[in-house]
Nanobody
Framework: QVQLVESGGGLVQAGGSLRLACAASGSIFRSYTMGWYRQAPGKERELVASFSVGGSANYADSVKGRFTISRDGAKNSVYLQMNSLKPEDTAVYYC????????????WGQGTQVTVSS
């Protein structure tokens, strides 16, 4: 079982920045793709950014150039730096871990609210 704990959400004005953090319960980066998803009210959960086992980052078109995903193996943590935030970025953000070989091994954090005011 992998436990993921997010932190760093909050309320920010449009154009501002926030940094989300996700702490994993063990050293899992060699086996799991780590990702950040978000879900706005009335919408489906969508992938925001992910970091593969091999170390490559992938971003949704809507956040390219504004968000940066990173990881720290020593701290078993993944981060999402969000700059130039827009009201449409308002959502609950979830940390995710997907095993690279076993699809059933998928874990989620509890979510953290990000609200961007206009």
């Amino acid at each position: 079982q992998v436990q993921l704990v997010e932190s760093g959400g909050g309320l920010v004005q449009a154009g501002g920045s926030l940094r989300l953090a996700c702490a994993a319960s063990g050293s899992i980066f060699r086996s799991y793709t780590m990702g950040w998803y978000r879900q706005a009210p009335g919408k489906e959960r969508e992938l925001v950014a992910s970091f593969s086992v091999g170390g490559s980052a992938n971003y949704a078109d809507s956040v390219k150039g504004r968000f940066t995903i990173s990881r720290d193996g020593a701290k078993n943590s993944v981060y999402l730096q969000m700059n130039s935030l827009k009201p449409e970025d308002t959502a609950v953000y979830y940390c995710n871990a997907d095993h690279s070989l076993i699809p059933a091994r998928r874990f989620w954090g509890q979510g953290t609210q990000v609200t961007v005011s206009s």
